[in-house]
C-alpha cells in the first residue's frame, strides 16, 4: 500500500453514510416539490425499482427509477460507486412520460442529506474571476443553527465561487464536486451532530412538456478516514482526490492518459491572432525548431476565422462565422496542421461557438437558434436546440477533419445566466439553462466520439467553467486570465490547482523584468521555476534574435524532467497560502511506487530569508536518497533519518528558484 492509497477505513465511512441514502428509493437524498408538496426520495406509491449493474472492474451502477401515477413524472437516480476508491455519484432525470403537461416542479436538488459527525469544518474557494483575490481557499467552522451558502456569478460554473469543497468532522471527512457548468448552488447547514448539505441548480420552477426531460447536477463524494485533517494534514484527502481524479476523470485521448506538453505559439502584430496567415505560422513552427525548441503542441487563438467589424478592422472578439479567413488562410489550415505534425506537433484550436455577434452567418442564417438578452450585444447560441446543436457538431466535426486539428478549445466570454432567464416563462424558469448544459455536454461528447484521439481544452473567460462534468470531457489549460506574469500570484493559483485539478497549463512570462511589460516575452530561469505546470507555455518572441534562447532549451529539459512527477506525483505543500513578494514557495510531489520525486524551493523577489528547510513527506527513514539539480548539475546522497530529523534546505538569492529530483536507493 502507498502513501496515499485508499484505505480500508476509507471505503467502511463511504459505505456507512452511502448505506442510509442508496438502499432504498425513498430514502434518496434527492428532493423537490411537485404541485406545492415536498417530495423527498422515490416514494413508496411511485412503484420504484433498483436495478444493478456492473460497468467495469471498478465500476457498479443501480438505477431507481419510479413514476408519479397521477402526473406522469418519472425519476430517474444513477448512482454509481467505485470498487477502487471511496467514491459515490449520481445524477437525477426527470422526465414527463404523460401526454399532458406536468404540474410545476421547483426546488429540484440533487443533494439534500445529512452527514453525520462532530465539528463540521468546510474548506471552500471563491474560483477564478479575473482577480488578485481568485483562486482563495477558506475554513470556517460550521456551528449548530450557522448556515453557508454559495453560488456563481452570471451562469458560469467558477465564476466567483468554485464546485469543489471538503468537509471535516473531527474524525473523518469528505470532497465534494458539483458536476454542474452553469448556475449551481449549495449550502450547508450546521447541526447539532452535523451538516445538512443542499445543492442542485440554482432556480428550477417549471412545467415539463409531454416527453421533455431534465437532469440536475451531478454530486461526487469522496471519503477519508482518520483525525490527520483536524491536525492539519490534508495531505491524505488531497492526494486521495488527486489519485481518484487521474485514475477516472483525467481525459484519455486514444485510450491513454495525458502526458505533460511542450506548447508554442507565434504571430505577427495585431489583437491575438488576428494576424496570423499561413505563411507566418509555418513560418514561425521552424523557427521554433531552428532555435532547438520543439513544441507538443501549436497553439492558435482566437481570431483566425473572418472576424471583421464595421469597420472592416479585425477583432478577435467577432464571432459566429466558423470558417478560416479565406484571405489569410486560403486552404484553411491542413497546411499548417500538417507542417506541425511533420515537425511533431498537434494543432490546438480556439473556438468560442456559443458567442454570436451581430452580423456573422450564424446571427444572419439562423436567428432562430439564438438567445438574447436585454443591453447585451451578445448572442447565446442555444445549444438546448437539437437542430441547432445537431448542426454546429457537423460544422466543427468537418472543420476538425478538414484542418488537422487535434485539440479542440473552447472558450465562452460573456455571462449567459440573463440570456436563458429573460427567455423563459413563469412556468418554466431554469429550464432554458438545463436543457443548454444537456445540449453542451451532448456536442462535446460528440466531439470526441466521432474525432478519435481529439481531445478537449475548456476556457472561460480563463478558468469560469471547470465543473467537473465539464472536466470530465476536458482539461483546463488556460484557467486564468488574470496574473500571467504575476509570480507570487500564479503560484498561489497553482497551489490550488494542484489539490483539485492536475492538469493545467503555466505560461513563462515575467513582469518584473526591469524595463519590462506586460507582454514582454524575455525569460530566465526564474520565470520556467514559476510556470511548472502539466503543459508549459514557452512564451518566447521567436521573431527576435536577443532572447537567450539557448537557456529556454536547457529549462525546457529540467521541466520535462520533473513535469511526470508534477502530474502523477502525490502533492505536498511545504509553505501557507500566500500572494506576497516577501516569502518563499516550496512543495514537493512524490511517486511512492517508484521511489521517484522532486522538491521545488522558489524565493520571491522580497523573501528576506536566506533559506528554507522543509521536511519531505513519504521519506523512509532506513532508505538512501539520491538527490540531483538538472539545472546546475550537483547531486547529493542525503539518508531518510537525516531528511526526516534535519529537512531539506534551499539555500537561494532572490528571485530565483530550484528544483531537486530525488530517488530512492
Known sequence: MTAHSTTSNDMLKTRTWAHGFFTHAADLPISFNLDGRPTRGIPDTWSPTAARRRIDANLIETVFEGTDPASGLTVRVEVTQYQDFPVMEWVVWLTNTSSGPTPL??????????????????THCNGDYYSVDGYTPEETSLQAGETLRFAPRGGRACDGAFPYYRVAFEDWGFSMAIGWPAQWAVSYEGLPDGVRIRSGQEHTHLQLMPGERIRTPRMTILSWS????????????????????LAHILPRPDGQPLKPLLA?????E???????????????????????????????????????????????????????????????LKPVSDYAARKGAALLLWFEPERVRPGKQLDVEHPEWLLRAEGNDNALLFLGNPECRQWLTDHVCKLIADNGIKIYRQDHNFEPLEHWRQNEAGDRQGLNENLHVQGYLQYWDDLLARNPGLWID??????????????????PLHYTDYGYGDHPVKLAFHRTLFEWIPYFKEVTLSWDLEGGSRFDHRIDSFSFHCGMAAMLFATLDIRRDDYDFALAVKMIDVWRKAAGLLLYGDYYAHTPFHKRADQWVAWQFDAPETGHGFVQGIRLPAAAEETLTIYPQGIEREADYTFENPETGEDMVLSGDDLLHDGFTFALPPRSGALWLYHKQ
Open 105 to 122: 416542479i421547483s426546488d429540484i436538488l440533487a443533494l439534500d442529506g445529512v452527514f453525520r459527525g462532530a465539528s463540521p469544518v468546510v
Open 226 to 245: 482518520g483525525d490527520a485533517f483536524r491536525a492539519g494534514d490534508v495531505f491524505h484527502a488531497v492526494n486521495l482526490w488527486r489519485r481518484w481524479y
Open 264 to 268: 508554442c505559439a507565434a504571430t505577427d
Open 270 to 332: 495585431g489583437e491575438e491572432f488576428t494576424a496570423a496567415t499561413e505563411e507566418n505560422q509555418i513560418r514561425f513552427i521552424g523557427a521554433h525548431h531552428q532555435r532547438g525548441i520543439r513544441p507538443d503542441v501549436w497553439w492558435i487563438d482566437a481570431g483566425w476565422y473572418p472576424c471583421y467589424n464595421k469597420q472592416g478592422e479585425r477583432r478577435w472578439w467577432e464571432t459566429g462565422t466558423w470558417v478560416p479567413d479565406p484571405e489569410r488562410f486560403p486552404r484553411g
Open 458 to 475: 475548456s476556457c472561460s473567460s480563463g478558468g469560469r467553467r471547470n465543473d467537473l462534468e465539464t472536466m470530465r470531457r476536458s482539461v
